[in-house]
């Protein structure tokens, strides 16, 4: 499971020019799910995410977690997109979706995230607060 976390001043999602969800202050997950990915992964990931200290402390330091701040999750076969041999990536090691929804379900709702819509082909836009951006992979 992989998953790239950004902190964000704002980030939303449309599908088919509509809004589905948005988010103030907080952090955008993009969520991808390996084949022979577990629920236990999806739950410590979910936990690493809510843990980060990645937010400024009182001392302009990054020291503090989530907190109450948002999360918006969205759904992304193609961090396992692997293009070392040739030019077009190939997608083999990420789960089909029958097995990476619910995994993907579980994490947004350990999150307590809003949700992009899984499969759709989806317009993700972010203003980055820093910017941080963290790959995490279990």
Do not use: W
Not at 39 to 58: H, N, P, S, T, Y
Request: charged share 25%; aromatic share 4%.
């Amino acid at each position: 499971m992989r998953a790239l976390v950004q902190r964000v001043r704002a980030a939303s999602v449309q599908v088919e020019g509509e809004q589905i969800a948005a988010i103030g202050p907080g952090l955008l997950v993009l969520l991808g799910v390996r084949r022979g990915d577990t629920e236990e992964q999806a739950d410590m990931l979910a936990r690493k995410v809510l843990a980060l200290r990645v937010f400024d402390d009182a001392d302009g330091r990054m020291n503090e977690p989530l907190g109450a701040r948002e999360v918006l999750c969205v759904s992304q076969f193609t961090l396992y997109g692997d293009a070392r041999k040739g030019n077009r990536p190939s997608y083999v090691d990420a789960a089909p979706p029958a097995e990476a929804e619910p995994l993907y379900e579980r994490v947004r709702k350990a999150l307590g995230a809003e949700a992009g819509r899984f499969g759709a082909h989806m317009e993700v836009a972010l203003v980055n607060d820093g910017p941080v951006t963290l790959m995490l992979e279990l």
